[in-house]
């Protein structure tokens, strides 16, 4: 996967101390569309990588439950979750620590 980002330029395009926001739509299980979220999840540590472990700063959540846990992992100090959906699920366990040693916000977001 990493070749996959590497070839798109992810490292041309991303900078220490750029402001990042990464919206990763998986598609339908088997769909020619569908992204595992084990990729989604590469995407984010690369982004991190480029970031020089900054991390991101927004991360649009529409999968829920599989990916959430992680997602907060990726969060930049002082970045936004936002929940718009929870297409693998509606219940996720939330590590308070990382909420506030990150000073992350948390929004709902309807996208109907």
């Known amino acids: 996967m ?3 980002f590497d070839a798109a330029g992810l490292d041309e395009l991303i900078r220490p101390g750029d402001v990042v926001a990464i919206k990763v739509h998986c598609g339908e ?3 020619t569309a569908y992204l595992r979220p084990v990729y989604a999840r590469a995407l984010a540590d690369r982004v991190k990588e ?15 439950a599989s990916t959430f846990e992680k997602n907060i992992v990726s969060l930049a100090r002082g ?3 936002v ?3 929870v297409t693998s699920g509606h ?5 308070l ?3 506030f040693t990150k000073h ?9």
Request: aromatic share 10%; glycine share 20%; net charge negative.
């Open 50 to 64: 480029l970031t020089e472990g900054r991390g991101v700063d927004v991360v649009f959540d529409h999968i829920g």
């Open 29 to 31: 299980w088997n769909n």
């Open 97 to 99: 620590g990382q909420l």
């Open 83 to 85: 929940n718009c959906g």
């Open 104 to 112: 992350a916000q948390l929004h709902g977001s309807f996208m109907g």
């Open 91 to 95: 219940l996720a366990q939330l590590h």
């Open 79 to 81: 970045g936004r979750y």
């Open 2 to 4: 990493g070749a996959a």
